[in-house]
């Protein structure tokens, strides 16, 4: 009935997560509010860990991105499902820290990690650098033997795959930011000088071809792609390779349009490709890594919200004003993307008539969603934007200085804040008069 499965209605036609009623959640902690199904994250988490045993025998390791959505909580909830964890900022790799993560099963990403994050890193003994480019090579080198360790690095390969998604996520072509080119050399390049310093060793190689991608044939060009690289990196260099990350984007259902592929059905698809270019590449099979964030965590979360007021413009548009906006949920504003909702409080309603759902920040394009079917819609009502569990808190920001919202987990009918709402005093922390 809903497009997240972790959803359904009660008798009294309130919307339902993780068996508590959305209506009183929302009168208990406020609006906005971020709410998220604990027990749909721990599905999707071993679901993607599940195949990579039935069809790989577990040799590898999934790793959440958790730029999808990072906090304490959700760190130490990765470390207790023996998931590992993508960080790509210090902010990210401190947080994992603070919740206990198991370092070692951390990997750090980033087009420009500054000195004092490969310094963290190297402190915290973080399991493996993903290295950008020859530059990030000599830096983290000079860092390492500085502190006298010896790093496990692989370097980010731009494959030269065009998966079809919105230009801004799509990372795999040559003309992008991220990583080193194999079409021009540059890859195995990076590689010939990474064996040569003293204080790295090389585990592997790491590909990510963009976000929210449907397509399965790009995934499978992408493992061939990167099996033929690990063929020549041993052909040519002798270089043995260990780790094959293959990265994450794997698509979700934000609106009954999309049509995502079985994840399981991807490790299938791509555990074959992988054996198959081992055996004809005369290489040592991989361990297999990917790195999932939005599949893991969007399809758990919904914001909540309180309409304030319903402008009724004849003839032209009726805009549905709601408590929050592009501050929480930057993604229409940024790449026009689309979302379904619900009106919480009238779940089970007929959806008659079309309204657009508009933020409150000083901006006209700051809306939620463009042109949906809702039901009839008044002031007070509590409105839920579907699958914004992945970024959306980790996007937000505090335009028109506004609050961020506070993000609840619900599990069995108990709900739990796991991050605070933002107080006014909050805005002000880092402010000198
Ligand atoms: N690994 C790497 C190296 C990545 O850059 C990303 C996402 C992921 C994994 C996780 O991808 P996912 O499974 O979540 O698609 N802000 C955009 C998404 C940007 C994704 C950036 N990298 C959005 O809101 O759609």
Same mark, same amino acid.
């Given at each position: ?50 195949? *990579? ?89 000079? %860092? ?29 072509? $040559? ?20 064996? /040569? ?15 929210? $991608? ?6 499978? *060009? ?65 361990? %297999? ?22 402008? /009724? ?26 979302? @379904? ?35 009839? %819609? ?14 959306? &808190?980790?996007?937000?920001?505090? &335009?028109?200085? $506004? ?27 880092? @402010?000198?008069?």
């Amino acid at each position: 009935m809903f497009v997240s499965e972790c959803l359904s209605a009660n008798e009294n036609g309130h919307l339902m997560i993780g068996g508590c009623d959305t209506v009183e959640l929302a009168k208990q902690f406020g609006t906005p509010l971020y709410v998220m199904d604990e027990s749909d994250i721990i599905k999707n988490c071993k679901l993607y860990q599940e195949s *990579l045993n039935r069809y790989y025998d577990g040799n590898g390791l999934v790793l959440y991105a958790s730029k999808a959505f990072s906090c304490m909580y959700m760190c130490k909830l990765m470390n207790d499902l023996g998931m590992g964890l993508d960080v790509v900022s210090g902010g990210e790799l401190y947080t994992a820290w603070k919740a206990g993560f198991d370092m070692s099963r951390v990997y750090f990403h980033g087009n420009n990690k500054t000195d004092d994050e490969l310094k963290l890193a190297v402190e915290h003994k973080v399991g493996t650098i993903v290295v950008d480019n020859v530059d990030e090579l000599e830096r983290l080198n000079r %860092i390492a033997s500085e502190k006298d360790v010896v790093v496990r690095i692989m370097f980010r390969i731009k494959p030269g795959i065009d998966a079809h998604t919105h230009s801004f996520i799509q990372t795999g072509q $040559i003309d992008s930011k991220f990583g080193v080119a194999l079409e021009n050399g540059e890859a195995i390049e990076a590689y010939r000088r990474a064996v /040569e310093y003293s204080h790295l060793k090389v585990m592997g190689v790491h590909c990510h071809i963009g976000s929210q $991608i449907f397509d399965l044939e790009p995934f499978k *060009l992408a493992a061939k792609v990167m099996m033929n690289f690990i063929g020549d990196l041993h052909d040519k260099l002798n270089i043995e390779i260990e780790e094959l990350n293959l990265g994450g984007g794997y698509g979700i259902k934000y609106t009954e349009e999309d049509q995502p592929i079985n994840y399981d059905a991807y490790i299938q698809a791509v555990s074959e490709v992988v054996k198959q270019m081992a055996q004809e590449r005369g290489v040592n099979l991989p361990k %297999i890594m990917m790195e999932p964030g939005r599949s893991i965590v969007a399809p758990a979360g919904i914001t909540l919200y309180t309409v304030g007021g319903v402008k /009724e413009i004849k003839d032209v548009r009726t805009y549905v004003s709601v408590d929050g906006g592009m501050i929480d949920n930057p993604r229409y504003i940024l790449y026009e993307s689309k979302y @379904d909702a619900v009106l919480a409080n009238k779940a089970t309603a007929p959806r008659e008539n079309v309204v657009t759902i508009a933020g409150k920040c000083c901006e006209s394009g700051d809306l939620l969603i463009k042109d949906i079917k809702m039901p009839h %819609i008044e002031v007070g009502d509590t409105l839920a934007v579907l699958a914004t569990g992945a970024y959306n &808190y980790s996007m937000a920001s505090h &335009y028109n200085r $506004i609050p961020n919202p506070p993000v609840i987990m619900v599990k069995d009918g108990q709900a739990k804040e796991i991050v605070r709402r933002e107080s006014y005093e909050d805005l002000l922390r880092n @402010d000198i008069l």
